[in-house]
Structures are given as structure tokens and as C-alpha cells.
């Protein structure tokens, strides 16, 4: 099971580090809001995106047919996938049909859910991923801690340590600049020595069969042209119906994203180039079930901004690895617990609720909204801990009786005031750990006014 | 006009003065508020827990108790978001439920209030009043909209109200989210503390007594020089 | 089981009320698209040069300091002064110092250019470039991404430039060049 609470603590314990990551990751919510705020219409961006968003999910089946159909006029092959297992096995197919061994991979969330790596490497496949942030967990034989900038956990110096180890730079070199050149060097090699290309999809146009992909590195475009393959792989929600969304969608998602006014790259790719096969592969792995669930449908609609994780206080101050799902912060929170509800039933409760989230979110999911369902739905699954369930069940039988909640208060209060302050205050309690608890009155509001406004007012 | 003064819970238990307070001010701006002796809480904790169900029972009551108000007045943002946006429609009320200051700008029409409180106050927009009654406007989304909890604060004579770094950044409560999550709620609620002390606050006020107890239980354990206000006992300060 | 009329099956058999498509009413705003313009292509840490027509351009900018022989082009004039023409370009791993293209539409709100696939010459041209050099006309911004993709075409691939390759990507240090080109140049002419 997902233990975020611990996890969390862990995080927190090394407090200087914490500070940083907080502050970073704030830094990027900081420029959102100068970028978003610059837009007068963004608002009405915000809306427009989250009805075309809804419409295509209402109308998913037709705009897959049509996209399909679209790409396949286009000269792209299509592929269907249900599961990440039949994903990872059409990729593998699409590799060893073009004789390919060296594959290098553009940032993926779906491929990261999916294990294609480790399946690929099991399989004979050298696999490089080459957005810089994901090269360096990959190198770490880790998962990103965030879906936008995956090595934001990370200071220079665990960077320039790595580098010296696996691509021996300079020891204690920890420059950012130099550290990115060397990166470049060697990614730039196996660009080179590619022979197939795979990235994943921001936006898929329906009317059209593009797909578009978007990044600051370059690094999608490089792989896709170098290669004698080219592979798209997206989740069956990542479709738009026209050409003309994108100019909401692309107005929201840098914004949203790293504050930047627009990505450096957003490359369309419709038809393929002579004698280079293209693919795309449409996976569902888990959202047409996502898609049956009313309640927790909009969760489909993430354009993957990382905006919720970068404004989350508790993401900020826990790390992305807290959640232990490939998807952390407020967005991952709503969507995985419907993989696996036992074991991701802590993440619903790594939230106060405080619905920034949905505020910051470009596509107007009601993410905090979502996270509350989660938990209705976690405590009817009878999968709450007995820590809660008990002393809750017994406040709810006094709530719903005046008499016994005023005796219960007073009985609470007296013993409050009586027991001494090392009791009351005790660090066992996880309240009183780091917290005082208040005074407690002798005469609770209630009485004050039987006494001051015998007659109402 | 009769209005049914609801004291959420714990402010009824721990902080009897804010009751009092929020009375006194209704009163004072000519409101014949009744307090229904029956109320106990709007069963908030359990549904935030996920046990809505439970709570059903709780929710009954509530409506009950406040049956027969054209109006429902209560100091927490927090409870009043749980009644209109978390009850089940049947549940609800027949009465409107107003947050405090929601109800003496946006009904009553009063933006001004005669109170003193000559201290540097830091506010701390409680996020369910914010972001789920829309007292005012967030940081995140863009809009011209007018923060009824500033402007009350802001008429106070002789208040000087201070600017934060993360004006509306969650304190860390979040319920049984300051059990459960322990460590996070704590540095939360530290680093929220530190922003208004940077600021030179010496009052932290706001429109929830819940968040504001979590931070006096930090700053008390911490022995810091600032205070916790609940916001209607400035505006009830008179001159 | 045919995976997709599995999933087309599954979408199928979810009941979901319909949803229209919004209507979309975008208003063009009033903005000065030249100045708007050059502001956001430095903002994203690009050079941005701008000249009255060609000629000026190709006399002051071209003939003045640079070594045309070096360049990859698509554009005539160049190619008649000595660049090599991008489409003839082979072996992409010799070091292409600078490339100059033209591009299509410039975008205000953001700094972007969109690049179809017939001002590369080919694909890999934009990003094996060490210096990218744009250049764009006056006559050719538009104000938003909204009036870009109005009048752009999907073709079979083209995409928004919107300056040199970067990455934050270590301790959220921006690093002009990352992949792609580390310097990256927009000419305005008119």
C-alpha cells in the first residue's frame, strides 16, 4: 500500500532540502500566474477547453473512428491497445519488423505507466529516454517525481555526482550550463545511432490525424527525424476534434506549465516522410473504465501541465516520489486510485482540500471535488483504518443528538481542563506533537447564552 | 430580520468568545438573530474522511434545528461550504447559509464597520471560503472580484493589515488531514506562521476558527509573539 | 478480442449524456503586432533583427559579416549567394553552423514562427542548426494562436518556433541549448 503520510515525513525530515523544493516548485506556480494573468480572455481559454474536453469524451468513440480513419489517409499506421501489456508487445512488433535495437524515447507519462523500458530492455531493445530531466532519473534507475520536470527533486550537485559516475564529466563540476552541454554530447550520440524513435502525444486532432508533441529541448523532433521509425503513443483521451482547438489548448499548456507564454517546440506531425514508417498507438489501458465512472470522467480531460502538482502545498512539501504512483500530486491522486483502490487509498487524503488545484487547472477539472468522491468511495469499500472509522462513527452518533453533544462537550472540556498540561499536550497524541491544544473553556457558547439571552434575542 | 445564528462546534466548545462576538456584531447592525439550542455540528469532519454516509443522521439534524430561518448566519466558511456545496440537496436547509461576512456585505449592503483594532493583522483567507464560497478572489484564476473579508478588515479604524508572500496558500489544517498527515499539516502551517511573522503581523485573523486553532497550537508550542483573531472579534472591537 | 472494438465497445456501452461542442467566439484584439512581436521573440532569449525589405536585409545583415558558403538555406537569395540548400543536405552528422529559413506566420502573443515542412527543406534542418535563423514579414503576424491556426495548415508537418532549444530542467537553471539550435534568431522585414 501507498504510504504518503510516512513517505511524506520522510521528505520533510530533511528540512533545508524540503525548503528548496517548496520554493522551487512555487517559483514555477509564480510564473504561471504572471503568464495566465497577462491573458485577459483566460477565463474564458480555461472554459472553452474544458466543454471541448468534455465534448470529446462524450463523443469519444466517433472521434477515435475519425482519427483513425484520418492518420490512415494520412499514410499512418494505426494501432489499438487495451493494455499496457498489448502497448508494450505492438512496440516491440513495430521494432523488430524495422530491424531496430536503439530507441530513443521523447518524455512519455503513458509509457512510464506503461514499464515499456524494462520491457523493451528484457527484450534486446537499448532505450534511451532524451528529455534531459527524464535522462537523469532514467540514469538514476528512477521515476520522475513530476511530470513536467521530472528531475525537480534533484540539486546540481546529485546531477554533476550522476554525470561523473555515467558519463564521467568533470568531478565536482556542478554547473547547470556545463552539465546540460555534456548532456547534449551525449544524447546527441545516440540520436545519431538511432534507429527508431517513439514520443509521447499532447494533442491528437481528430479532423486532421495530427498528432502534436510538444517540448522546450528539441529532443522529439531529433529522435522522430533521425530515426527509421517513428512512433506516437497516446491515451485514448488525448484527442481534440479540430485543428483550430489547438489554439486554445496551446495558449493554456505552456502557461500553465512553466509560465512561458508558448513551448519552444510544438511540432505537428500528420504524414510521414518517405520510406519512414509512422505509428500511433491508441491505448486505453484503464480510461474507458476512468470514462464509466461519472464522477471521476473529467479526470480525462488533464492536458498534463503539472500546474495542480506546482501550486499543491503538500506535493511541494512531500515530493512527487511520496505518492508511489507514476502520476504524482493532485491529478495522480484522482486518477490512480481507480487502478487500484486498496493500495492507492492514502493518496485521496494527501489533500486539505484547499481546492487550488482546480482553480490552476487550464481544462477546469474539479480535481479537489474528485479527491472528496475518492474518499466517500474508499470509506464504502470499508478500506478506511479502524483509527478513523471508530472515533468518527461514535462523533457522528453524537451530532446527531443535541443533548448528547453538549454532554459530551462539557465532559470533554472538564477533563481538558483538569488533566495535566504534559497529558493534554502529549506527543503521542498527533494532534499535540507539534501543536498545543486550545484552552478549554468552562462554559461553552451554548451556556453563555442560556445565561446571557435567557429569553433568545 | 430574524436570522439563525449557527456556532460551529468547535467554537461553540474551545472558542466561546467568537460565538459571542459574531452575536454581538449581528446585533449590533440590527439583526433579531436566534441561536437554535439544539445545533451541535455540520458533520463535516466525517464526510471529509469519506463517511458521508454516517454523517447522514448529522445533516438531518442540522436541517431540523434550522428550519424556519429565512437566513443562517455562521462564522466558518468552512462549515457553511460543507452545508450548501456538500449536503445532498434534499438535506439542505430551506434557508440561505451565509459565511459572516458574506452576509453583512452581500445582504445586509454594510462594507463599513464601526470597530477599532490598532495592531498590524495578517489575513489568512481560510480556503473553503475563498476558493469554495468565493469571498474573494484567489491567486489563480483571473478575475475582478470583490473580497468582502478585506473590505470589512479594511474599515476597521486603525488597522494596519499586512501583505504576505503566498497570500492564500493553505495553513495545513484540512480536518482530519492534521491528524493523518502530521508532518506535512505542521511545516504547512510553520511556513504560514513565518510569512505573516516576515511581514511583521502580530495578529493572524481569518473567517475559520479551525485553521486559525491550528496555528495558535503551533505558534503557542513555539512560544512565537504573534496572536490568533477570529475575524469577527476585531469587527466586534468597538469603538 | 479485437482491442479496438473492445474499447470502442466499452465507450459504447457507457452512458453519457450528449455534450455540444462550445461555440467558440474569438475576437482579435487590438494590439500592435510588430512591436508585440519583437518583444516576446526576446523575451525567450532570442536575437531579433529587423530590416525595411530583402535587399537591406541581404546588403547590411548578409553581405556585411557573414560567410554565406557556411549557411544551409532554403531561401533563393541565399542559395544564389553560396548557401547549400537544405534539401540537398546528407549526412546529418557533420555540424551545421547556421540555418536560415523562412517562415510562414508570426505569432505576437508568444514569439513563435510556424514552420512548414517546405521551408526546411528537410526535417532535421531546424534542430541539427547550431544558429537558426528565421525570417519573417511584418505583413505575416497574427495576433494570437487562435488567428495562427485559422490561416496554417496541418500539411504533413510543420510546428511553432519560438526560440534557441532549453531545458530547467537541472535545479530549474534555464540553459539556452538544449537539444536543438544554442542560438536562435528572428528577422523581421517591413
Same mark, same amino acid.
Given at each position: 500500500?501507498?504510504?504518503?503520510?510516512?513517505?511524506?515525513?520522510?521528505?520533510?525530515?530533511?528540512?533545508?532540502?524540503?525548503?528548496?523544493?517548496?520554493?522551487?516548485?512555487?517559483?514555477?506556480?509564480?510564473?504561471?500566474?504572471?503568464?495566465? !494573468?497577462?491573458? @485577459?480572455?483566460?477565463?474564458?481559454? *480555461?472554459?472553452?477547453?474544458?466543454?471541448?474536453? @468534455?465534448?470529446?469524451?462524450?463523443?469519444?468513440?466517433?472521434?477515435?473512428?475519425?482519427?483513425?480513419?484520418?492518420?490512415?489517409?494520412?499514410?499512418?499506421?494505426?494501432?489499438?491497445?487495451?493494455?499496457?501489456?498489448?502497448?508494450?508487445?505492438?512496440?516491440?512488433?513495430?521494432?523488430?519488423?524495422?530491424?531496430? *535495437?536503439?530507441?530513443?524515447?521523447?518524455?512519455?507519462?503513458?509509457?512510464?505507466?506503461?514499464?515499456?523500458?524494462?520491457?523493451?530492455?528484457?527484450?534486446?531493445? @537499448?532505450?534511451?529516454?532524451?528529455?534531459?530531466?527524464?535522462?537523469?532519473?532514467?540514469?538514476?534507475?528512477?521515476?520522475?517525481?513530476?511530470?513536467?520536470?521530472?528531475?525537480?527533486?534533484?540539486?546540481?550537485?546529485?546531477?554533476?555526482?550522476?554525470? /561523473?559516475?555515467?558519463?564521467?564529466? /568533470?568531478?565536482?563540476?556542478?554547473?547547470?550550463?556545463?552539465?546540460?552541454?555534456?548532456?547534449?554530447?551525449?544524447?546527441?550520440?545516440?540520436?545519431?545511432?538511432?534507429?527508431?524513435?517513439?514520443?509521447?502525444?499532447?494533442?491528437?486532432?481528430?479532423?486532421?490525424?495530427?498528432?502534436?508533441?510538444?517540448?522546450?529541448?528539441?529532443?522529439?523532433?531529433?529522435?522522430?527525424?533521425?530515426?527509421?521509425?517513428?512512433?506516437?503513443?497516446?491515451?485514448?483521451?488525448?484527442?481534440?476534434?479540430?485543428?483550430?482547438?489547438?489554439?486554445?489548448?496551446?495558449?493554456?499548456?505552456?502557461?500553465?506549465?512553466?509560465?512561458?507564454?508558448?513551448?519552444?517546440?510544438?511540432?505537428?506531425?500528420?504524414?510521414?516522410?518517405?520510406?519512414?514508417?509512422? !505509428?500511433?498507438?491508441?491505448?486505453?489501458?484503464?480510461?474507458? @473504465?476512468?470514462?464509466? *465512472?461519472?464522477?471521476?470522467?473529467?479526470?480525462?480531460?488533464?492536458?498534463?501541465?503539472?500546474?495542480?502538482?506546482?501550486?499543491?502545498?503538500?506535493?511541494?512539501?512531500?515530493?512527487?516520489?511520496?505518492?508511489?504512483?507514476?502520476?504524482?500530486?493532485?491529478?495522480?491522486?484522482?486518477?490512480?486510485?481507480?487502478?487500484?483502490?486498496?493500495?492507492?487509498?492514502?493518496?485521496?487524503?494527501?489533500?486539505?482540500?484547499?481546492?487550488?488545484?482546480?482553480?490552476?487547472?487550464?481544462?477546469?477539472?474539479?480535481?479537489?471535488?474528485?479527491?472528496?468522491?475518492?474518499?466517500?468511495?474508499?470509506?464504502?469499500?470499508?478500506?478506511?483504518?479502524?483509527?478513523?472509522?471508530?472515533?468518527?462513527?461514535?462523533?457522528?452518533?453524537?451530532?446527531?443528538?443535541?443533548?448528547?453533544?453538549?454532554?459530551?462537550?462539557?465532559?470533554?472540556?472538564?477533563?481538558?481542563?483538569?488533566?495535566?498540561?504534559?497529558?493534554?499536550?502529549?506527543?503521542?497524541?498527533?494532534?499535540?506533537?507539534? *501543536?498545543?491544544?486550545?484552552?478549554?473553556?468552562?462554559?461553552?457558547?451554548?451556556?453563555?447564552?442560556?445565561?446571557?439571552?435567557?429569553?433568545?434575542? | 430580520?430574524?436570522?439563525?445564528?449557527?456556532?460551529?462546534?468547535?467554537?461553540?466548545?474551545?472558542?466561546?468568545?467568537?460565538?459571542?462576538?459574531?452575536?454581538?456584531?449581528?446585533?449590533?447592525?440590527?439583526?433579531?438573530?436566534?441561536?437554535?439550542?439544539?445545533?451541535?455540528?455540520?458533520?463535516?469532519?466525517?464526510?471529509?474522511?469519506?463517511?458521508? &454516509?454516517?454523517?447522514?443522521?448529522?445533516?438531518?439534524?442540522?436541517?431540523?434545528?434550522? %428550519?424556519?430561518?429565512?437566513?443562517?448566519?455562521?462564522? %466558518?466558511?468552512?462549515?457553511?461550504?460543507?452545508?450548501?456545496?456538500?449536503?445532498?440537496?434534499? %438535506?439542505?436547509?430551506?434557508? &440561505?447559509?451565509?459565511?459572516?461576512?458574506?452576509?453583512?456585505?452581500?445582504?445586509?449592503?454594510?462594507?463599513?464597520?464601526?470597530?477599532?483594532?490598532?495592531? &498590524?493583522?495578517?489575513?489568512?483567507? %481560510?480556503?473553503?471560503?475563498?476558493?469554495?464560497?468565493?469571498?474573494?478572489?484567489?491567486?489563480?484564476?483571473?478575475?475582478?472580484?470583490?473580497?468582502?473579508?478585506?473590505?470589512?478588515?479594511?474599515?476597521?479604524?486603525?488597522?494596519?493589515?499586512?501583505?504576505?508572500?503566498?497570500?492564500?496558500?493553505?495553513?495545513?489544517?484540512?480536518?482530519?488531514?492534521?491528524?493523518?498527515?502530521?508532518?506535512?499539516?505542521?511545516?504547512?502551517?510553520?511556513? &504560514?506562521?513565518?510569512?505573516?511573522?516576515?511581514?511583521?503581523?502580530?495578529?493572524?485573523?481569518?473567517?475559520?476558527?479551525?485553521?486559525?486553532?491550528?496555528?495558535?497550537?503551533?505558534?503557542?508550542?513555539?512560544?512565537?509573539?504573534?496572536?490568533?483573531?477570529?475575524?469577527?472579534?476585531?469587527?466586534?472591537?468597538?469603538? | 478480442?479485437?482491442?479496438?472494438?473492445?474499447?470502442?465497445? +466499452?465507450?459504447?456501452?457507457?452512458?453519457?449524456?450528449?455534450?455540444?461542442?462550445?461555440?467558440?467566439?474569438?475576437? =482579435?484584439?487590438?494590439?500592435?503586432?510588430?512591436?508585440?512581436?519583437?518583444?516576446?521573440?526576446?523575451?525567450?532569449?532570442?536575437?531579433?533583427? +529587423?530590416?525595411?525589405?530583402?535587399?537591406?536585409?541581404?546588403?547590411?545583415?548578409?553581405?556585411?559579416? #557573414?560567410?554565406?558558403?557556411?549557411?544551409? =538555406?532554403?531561401?533563393?537569395?541565399?542559395?544564389?549567394?553560396?548557401?547549400?540548400?537544405?534539401?540537398?543536405?546528407?549526412?546529418?552528422?557533420?555540424?551545421?553552423?547556421?540555418?536560415?529559413?523562412?517562415?510562414?506566420?508570426?505569432?505576437?502573443?508568444?514569439?513563435?514562427?510556424?514552420?512548414?515542412?517546405?521551408?526546411?527543406?528537410?526535417?532535421?534542418?531546424?534542430?541539427?542548426?547550431?544558429?537558426?535563423?528565421?525570417?519573417? #514579414?511584418?505583413?505575416?503576424?497574427?495576433?494570437?494562436?487562435?488567428?495562427?491556426?485559422?490561416?496554417?495548415?496541418?500539411?504533413?508537418?510543420?510546428?511553432?518556433?519560438?526560440?534557441?532549444?532549453?531545458?530547467?530542467?537541472?535545479?530549474? #537553471?534555464?540553459?539556452?541549448?538544449?537539444?536543438?539550435?544554442?542560438? #536562435?534568431?528572428?528577422?523581421?522585414?517591413?
Amino acid at each position: 500500500m501507498s504510504q504518503h503520510p510516512e513517505a511524506a515525513a520522510r521528505f520533510i525530515a530533511d528540512n533545508e532540502r524540503m525548503a528548496w523544493h517548496d520554493r522551487s516548485i512555487w517559483n514555477a506556480r509564480k510564473k504561471r500566474d504572471l503568464a495566465s !494573468h497577462s491573458i @485577459e480572455e483566460w477565463e474564458q481559454l *480555461r472554459s472553452w477547453a474544458s466543454d471541448i474536453k @468534455e465534448h470529446t469524451l462524450a463523443h469519444l468513440d466517433h472521434y477515435l473512428e475519425v482519427f483513425e480513419k484520418q492518420a490512415t489517409a494520412n499514410g499512418v499506421k494505426v494501432h489499438w491497445a487495451a493494455t499496457a501489456e498489448e502497448h508494450n508487445r505492438i512496440v516491440l512488433g513495430i521494432l523488430r519488423e524495422n530491424e531496430a *535495437r536503439h530507441m530513443v524515447k521523447s518524455k512519455s507519462m503513458l509509457t512510464e505507466e506503461c514499464h515499456l523500458n524494462p520491457f523493451l530492455e528484457a527484450n534486446g531493445i @537499448e532505450v534511451i529516454d532524451t528529455d534531459l530531466g527524464e535522462r537523469i532519473v532514467q540514469l538514476r534507475e528512477e521515476i520522475p517525481s513530476h511530470i513536467v520536470t521530472p528531475a525537480i527533486h534533484l540539486k546540481k550537485e546529485d546531477v554533476s555526482k550522476l554525470f /561523473e559516475e555515467k558519463l564521467h564529466t /568533470e568531478p565536482g563540476n556542478a554547473d547547470p550550463t556545463y552539465l546540460t552541454r555534456e548532456a547534449r554530447k551525449h544524447l546527441r550520440a545516440h540520436f545519431l545511432a538511432c534507429d527508431a524513435a517513439l514520443t509521447g502525444v499532447n494533442f491528437a486532432v481528430a479532423e486532421t490525424g495530427t498528432v502534436v508533441v510538444v517540448t522546450n529541448e528539441g529532443n522529439s523532433d531529433l529522435g522522430v527525424h533521425l530515426g527509421k521509425v517513428q512512433i506516437h503513443s497516446m491515451g485514448i483521451e488525448k484527442l481534440i476534434p479540430k485543428w483550430q482547438d489547438l489554439g486554445i489548448f496551446t495558449r493554456l499548456l505552456a502557461r500553465s506549465a512553466t509560465g512561458q507564454p508558448i513551448s519552444i517546440y510544438t511540432s505537428h506531425y500528420t504524414k510521414p516522410r518517405p520510406d519512414v514508417p509512422m !505509428h500511433i498507438i491508441l491505448v486505453d489501458n484503464g480510461r474507458t @473504465e476512468q470514462l464509466s *465512472r461519472e464522477h471521476f470522467r473529467k479526470s480525462l480531460a488533464c492536458i498534463r501541465c503539472g500546474a495542480c502538482m506546482n501550486t499543491c502545498p503538500i506535493y511541494r512539501r512531500s515530493g512527487g516520489h511520496s505518492y508511489g504512483s507514476t502520476i504524482p500530486g493532485p491529478i495522480g491522486s484522482i486518477l490512480t486510485p481507480g487502478k487500484d483502490l486498496k493500495k492507492y487509498s492514502p493518496l485521496p487524503f494527501a489533500s486539505t482540500l484547499c481546492g487550488s488545484c482546480s482553480d490552476v487547472c487550464p481544462v477546469k477539472i474539479d480535481i479537489h471535488d474528485q479527491l472528496y468522491r475518492w474518499r466517500q468511495i474508499i470509506a464504502e469499500e470499508h478500506l478506511l483504518p479502524k483509527y478513523k472509522t471508530i472515533p468518527l462513527g461514535l462523533a457522528g452518533r453524537i451530532f446527531a443528538r443535541g443533548k448528547r453533544y453538549d454532554q459530551a462537550g462539557r465532559i470533554a472540556r472538564w477533563w481538558l481542563r483538569r488533566l495535566p498540561a504534559w497529558m493534554v499536550n502529549s506527543r503521542l497524541n498527533a494532534w499535540s506533537k507539534h *501543536r498545543d491544544l486550545p484552552n478549554a473553556p468552562r462554559n461553552s457558547f451554548k451556556e453563555w447564552y442560556e445565561q446571557n439571552r435567557p429569553h433568545g434575542s | 430580520m430574524k436570522v439563525g445564528l449557527f456556532i460551529p462546534c468547535y467554537i461553540d466548545q474551545f472558542y466561546p468568545q467568537v460565538g459571542v462576538a459574531t452575536l454581538e456584531l449581528l446585533e449590533h447592525l440590527g439583526c433579531q438573530v436566534v441561536y437554535p439550542p439544539g445545533q451541535t455540528c455540520c458533520g463535516q469532519p466525517l464526510a471529509n474522511t469519506g463517511m458521508e &454516509k454516517a454523517a447522514q443522521p448529522t445533516y438531518d439534524h442540522f436541517q431540523e434545528v434550522f %428550519s424556519g430561518f429565512d437566513h443562517i448566519v455562521a462564522p %466558518s466558511g468552512s462549515c457553511v461550504y460543507h452545508v450548501v456545496h456538500h449536503y445532498p440537496v434534499e %438535506s439542505r436547509p430551506q434557508g &440561505k447559509v451565509w459565511e459572516l461576512c458574506d452576509f453583512i456585505v452581500n445582504h445586509l449592503g454594510v462594507t463599513q464597520i464601526a470597530a477599532s483594532f490598532p495592531h &498590524k493583522v495578517g489575513l489568512h483567507p %481560510s480556503c473553503h471560503g475563498l476558493r469554495g464560497l468565493r469571498l474573494g478572489p484567489d491567486s489563480e484564476r483571473v478575475e475582478d472580484r470583490p473580497d468582502v473579508v478585506r473590505t470589512l478588515l479594511a474599515s476597521v479604524s486603525g488597522i494596519e493589515l499586512v501583505d504576505l508572500d503566498r497570500r492564500d496558500e493553505c495553513c495545513g489544517f484540512g480536518g482530519t488531514f492534521a491528524i493523518t498527515e502530521e508532518a506535512v499539516s505542521v511545516q504547512m502551517g510553520l511556513d &504560514k506562521i513565518s510569512d505573516h511573522q516576515r511581514h511583521g503581523a502580530e495578529i493572524i485573523t481569518g473567517t475559520d476558527v479551525s485553521c486559525l486553532m491550528h496555528l495558535e497550537g503551533l505558534i503557542r508550542r513555539q512560544g512565537l509573539p504573534l496572536q490568533t483573531r477570529h475575524i469577527a472579534e476585531i469587527l466586534n472591537a468597538r469603538l | 478480442m479485437d482491442p479496438k472494438k473492445q474499447i470502442l465497445d +466499452r465507450i459504447r456501452s457507457i452512458r453519457q449524456a450528449p455534450k455540444p461542442y462550445p461555440p467558440q467566439a474569438i475576437e =482579435s484584439q487590438e494590439t500592435d503586432l510588430v512591436e508585440a512581436f519583437i518583444g516576446m521573440v526576446k523575451l525567450s532569449g532570442s536575437t531579433l533583427l +529587423r530590416f525595411e525589405d530583402q535587399q537591406t536585409m541581404i546588403d547590411e545583415f548578409v553581405k556585411a559579416r #557573414h560567410p554565406v558558403n557556411e549557411w544551409v =538555406s532554403t531561401w533563393d537569395p541565399l542559395i544564389r549567394m553560396g548557401a547549400s540548400e537544405a534539401g540537398k543536405f546528407t549526412d546529418a552528422r557533420k555540424v551545421i553552423s547556421c540555418a536560415v529559413l523562412p517562415g510562414k506566420f508570426g505569432v505576437a502573443e508568444n514569439g513563435a514562427v510556424w514552420v512548414p515542412e517546405e521551408a526546411m527543406g528537410q526535417r532535421t534542418i531546424p534542430f541539427l542548426a547550431e544558429h537558426l535563423i528565421l525570417i519573417v #514579414h511584418a505583413k505575416d503576424l497574427v495576433a494570437t494562436m487562435h488567428q495562427v491556426y485559422a490561416v496554417n495548415q496541418p500539411g504533413s508537418y510543420g510546428l511553432f518556433i519560438a526560440g534557441p532549444s532549453k531545458t530547467a530542467d537541472i535545479e530549474q #537553471h534555464l540553459v539556452l541549448g538544449a537539444q536543438g539550435p544554442l542560438a #536562435h534568431t528572428v528577422i523581421l522585414l517591413g
